[in-house]
């Protein structure tokens, strides 16, 4: 894979606009390799070019070598590089082409106009994000003060200050003053402490009670700390309406310390992935400047490439390593203080695996894929066989069997759908598990969403078959009872699969997929986020399919099995639910501006225009499908947006909500 193609794969997609425009470069350099050309046609092809650069160089660079200062000399003359201060203490970089005059200069100012603009704008981005993640270390100090104390105090709640003082726990700072790397000048408190577990701060405390005789008495920190109240569940929601601040006093018990542990324990993976893609932003860019001084070199044949890459080396972005010292020791104490000092489980925790593809996976989507169109084919010919669709016994047969079934063909299509919907995401670079909040390793792919649609329309198709096949033969007349639980055994596998405890079948979105959902149906207890509202978009497509769902209900709760649906539509009950049911995703959901035909031919399905029974089964399907397909188009561009947003805000980060809220913050704002 070529640099550029690697460099796009690679970026930060919230990042994009600040890493170094590669391409924008290397179009500078083909401009100055088409003048050469022009002026000079005897100048070969880029292809025989690079072959006869590539075998001229080693002798060039072996002849040169043996004279450094003739080398610096000729460096010297090409490019001439001024560091410049601004906005205090910011470092912003000149180049001057010392060969401007020469045919063709004007394209190489360009360049080095471009590579400064370049240089400036990377280095800007980088300090800004390093002293963002400075100030949030700061803040995670503060954290783990709070939580040192909580610990002491939880494990010996008769304990008074002085005790406490003696007992205080051996601790590893985040920038210790011995630490070759210095993020910020902060004075070092209890917060510059390892946190020690509750079951063992008994024995370290008293192990290091002699050394910690002069440092702050870490339970002082308590008068000043409350408990931040993230609205976590309906009663907690409710009690806040009655409240007036969002802070609740601490209660010192074990309970409180493990949600406390929890959320600060999330926070410091949260601010590893941070630091991590820091450096990895680092990396590229430099990789990147280094490549295309080298594409330079090649194309001009002016040995500027060492005297430049020595300023990008001098610079912050490549000269800082305050990441690389917070990274080791976020590792240290993460791995001390929330595994136990298991390292393999800590880094499992920081440094989660991106979910691999796997053959398997493709096979059976294949394989599922095949098994569909076979069933598809075998069900058209059974119709045609047995002419149900020319027979007035079997136009009531499907207008019975098929809106049972319909629920799948719903399900399959709104799935197949998300599928298309996450290739194109991933087409395009669109960090949809960012802004969904997927778990990082557990997002699914348009592979997987795939493989479970064709999975459950072979089982929604084979039972379709069997029901044909079975009811319509007299010969299988005495299995007629088992053939109408079909449709019902089939609703309860996928009800059973999805609400299994068990680590199968992708448990973490099959989970986040029902908390979504309860957050719906909870809607005003809960505060809105993006993932909830557009599962509530995705559920207004989805009326007839909780028409079906009430169909279930009535058509095995009556107790009869002839003629069901005539039966359910003759029910009271039912064709109340037959109509709330159609409202009740629009009230989970405004109604949003999208394509007018699609979305008031929801009318039809509540209105109940007359019409003949298999037409209209027949119409409400397309514009159910319809609907479905609409949705699909609209999820792809919603989500897009979404992006650019993050895109235009350098988001690429969610926000952590921290477990202590200090009262001095809001006193230091007063003043």
Same mark, same amino acid.
């Given at each position: 894979m070529k640099f550029g193609e690697e460099f796009k794969k690679h970026k930060v997609p919230e990042w994009t606009e600040a890493y170094m425009d590669y391409n924008g470069l290397k179009r500078i350099l083909r401009e100055i390799r088409q003048h050469k050309q022009k002026k000079h046609p005897e100048i070969p092809s880029r292809a025989s070019q690079h072959r006869t650069t590539s075998n001229m160089f080693p002798s060039e660079l072996s002849h040169q070598s043996s004279s450094p200062h003739n080398q610096r000399d000729i460096e010297d003359q090409v490019i001439d590089i001024n560091t410049l201060h601004r906005d205090g203490s910011r470092q912003y970089f000149e180049t001057n082409f010392l060969k401007q005059f020469e045919e063709g200069g004007e394209i190489e100012v360009m360049f080095f106009r471009k590579l400064d603009e370049e #240089?400036?704008?990377?280095n800007s981005f980088y300090k800004d994000k390093v002293e963002e993640v400075t100030r949030e270390e700061s803040e995670l100090s503060k954290q783990m003060d709070a939580l040192i104390a909580l610990r002491i105090k939880v494990a010996q709640p008769n304990v008074d200050g002085a005790s406490s003082k003696r007992q205080n726990a051996s601790a590893m700072p985040l920038t210790g003053p011995d630490d070759g790397h210095h993020v910020g000048h902060r004075q070092h408190s209890a917060g510059d402490l390892e946190i020690i577990p509750v /079951? /063992?701060?008994s024995r370290e405390c008293r192990k290091e009670a002699n050394s910690n005789d002069n440092k702050e008495d870490p339970l002082e920190i308590l008068d000043h700390v409350k408990i931040n109240n993230t609205l976590e569940s309906p009663i907690s929601t409710i009690k806040g309406v009655f409240k007036d601040s969002k802070e609740d006093e601490l209660s010192f018990n074990r309970e409180e310390l493990k949600k406390a542990e929890e959320k600060l324990r999330v926070a410091f993976i949260e601010f590893y992935h941070k630091l991590h893609l820091l450096k990895h932003y680092s990396f590229m860019n430099l990789s990147a400047f280094s =490549?295309?001084?080298? =594409? +330079? @070199? =090649?194309?001009? /044949?002016?040995? !500027?490439s060492r005297s430049y890459m020595k300023i990008v080396d001098n610079s912050y972005i490549g000269n800082s390593d305050e990441i690389t010292g917070l990274l080791e020791k976020v590792e240290a104490i993460f791995i001390k203080n929330f595994t136990n000092s298991n390292r393999k489980k800590g880094m499992k925790s920081l440094r989660p695996k991106a979910r691999e593809e796997k053959h398997t996976v493709t096979f059976f989507s294949g394989f599922f894929s095949g098994c569909t169109i076979a069933l598809l084919v075998a069900i058209i010919l059974r119709l045609e066989s047995l002419k149900l669709l020319n027979k007035k016994e079997g136009m009531q047969y499907i207008q019975s069997i098929f809106p049972l +079934? /319909? #629920?799948f063909l719903y399900t399959v299509l709104h799935m197949l759908m +998300? !599928? !298309?919907d996450l290739y194109f995401w991933r087409k395009y670079q669109i960090n949809y598990p960012f802004i969904f909040g997927f778990k990082r390793g557990t997002e699914l792919g348009y592979r997987e969403v795939f493989l479970l649609s064709t999975g459950l329309s072979v089982l929604a198709l084979a039972g379709f078959l069997a029901n044909l096949h079975l009811d319509m033969q007299s010969s299988t007349q005495k299995y007629k009872k088992v053939t109408e639980l079909v449709p019902l055994g089939l609703v309860t596998l996928v009800l059973v699969i999805t609400f299994c405890p068990f680590n199968i079948i992708y448990r973490s979105s099959r989970f986040f997929f029902i908390r979504c959902t309860f957050r719906c149906l909870c809607a005003p207890l809960y505060p809105v986020t993006l993932q909830d509202f557009f599962l509530a978009d995705q559920l207004t497509s989805q009326m007839q399919a909780f028409r079906s769902l009430v169909l279930y209900i009535c058509y095995y709760g009556l107790g009869e099995y002839s003629r069901r649906q005539n039966k359910c539509h003759s029910h009271g009950v039912y064709n109340t639910l037959y +109509?709330?049911?159609a409202i009740i995703p629009f009230w989970l959901r405004f109604l949003q501006v999208a394509n007018i035909l699609l979305r008031i031919a929801w009318?039809?399905?509540? #209105? @109940?225009f007359k #019409?003949?029974?298999f037409h209209k089964m027949t119409i409400i399907t397309i514009i159910s499908c319809l609907e479905i397909i609409r949705r699909g188009i609209w999820s792809f561009f919603r989500l897009e947006n979404e992006h650019l947003n993050n895109v235009g805000k350098y988001r690429a980060f969610k926000s952590v909500p921290l477990p202590f809220y200090y009262s001095d913050d809001d006193d230091n704002k007063d003043d």
């Open positions: #240089l400036n704008k990377v /079951s /063992s701060c =490549k295309i001084m080298k =594409k +330079y @070199e =090649k194309t001009t /044949s002016r040995r !500027a +079934y /319909s #629920l +998300y !599928a !298309a +109509y709330v049911v009318m039809q399905l509540v #209105l @109940e #019409l003949h029974p």
